[in-house]
């Protein structure tokens, strides 16, 4: 079974709207985190956000934020008043406390800001 | 502040040819060293992990090798490149003392075309 899905290969969004980005995780761990990061055209990775599993609150960093619903294992990313810099692939990933220095990576979600 | 380097940023190999790509991190010490390939459209393949000088862990069996020669520098090596091997390569730290948060900070990536 896929560890991390993400279920939308494009997404397109209005500039200055909200957009939210979906990423649903299978483990077994109460110990794991949950991440995800961004990948522009010119192919570096840039963290986001982090989100541990012992955490209540939903992690923020700035215009982004994840909608982390446990129960439901899902750690969507939020992001408001997109910009056209926001156009990017977008990665969730899932550290487990089991898997070592193991990451895993969904195959990831293409965003496209329109003016 | 901590900054990661990789060169070369794009190389165009023969079949049958070697590889060395270089990884070099700065401003942090001990650090995990990971590397991961991409291909294109697709999400991250873990190769390699490092804990420490010299200690390896290779993920999927493959013609790659990895080497830790020195803390901060982490080396990825073929003898004889496949056509498979083309991808984008994505080097990666995160620092021993960050437990199960373990974010992960990627360098800027080196396109391997073999052809």
């Known amino acids: 079974a896929q560890k991390i899905t993400q279920t939308q290969p494009g997404m397109f969004v209005q500039e200055k709207e909200a957009v939210t980005l979906d990423c649903t995780y299978d483990t077994s761990d109460q110990s794991y985190g949950l991440f995800w990061y961004k990948q522009p055209s010119s192919g570096e990775m840039i963290f986001l956000i982090y989100?541990?599993?012992?955490?209540?609150q939903n992690a923020t960093e700035g215009r982004y934020s994840l909608n982390f619903q446990k129960a439901r294992k899902s750690a969507n990313l939020v992001i408001s008043a997109s910009q056209l810099g926001d156009s990017a692939m977008y990665f969730c990933a899932m550290r487990e406390s089991t898997g070592g220095f193991k990451t895993i990576f969904g195959a990831g979600t293409r965003l496209f800001v329109k003016a | 502040s901590q900054t990661i380097h990789q060169w070369p940023a794009t190389l165009v190999q023969p079949v049958g040819s070697p590889l060395s790509l270089e990884c070099t991190v700065e401003g942090t010490s001990n650090p995990n060293l990971y590397w991961y390939r991409q291909a294109a459209g697709r999400g991250l393949q873990l190769l390699f992990y490092?804990?420490?000088?010299?200690?390896i862990s290779s993920e999927v069996p493959q013609n790659l090798s990895a080497s830790r020669p020195q803390d901060r520098q982490f080396i990825l090596s073929s003898k004889k490149l496949l056509l498979s091997d083309s991808g984008f390569y994505l080097c990666?730290?995160?620092?021993?003392?960050?437990?199960?948060?373990?974010?992960?900070?990627f360098g800027p990536g080196t396109r391997l075309t073999v052809l």
């Open positions: 989100q541990g599993s012992y955490d209540e």
């Open positions: 990666a730290w995160s620092s021993q003392a960050s437990g199960n948060t373990d974010t992960q900070y």
């Open positions: 490092s804990v420490g000088i010299g200690q």
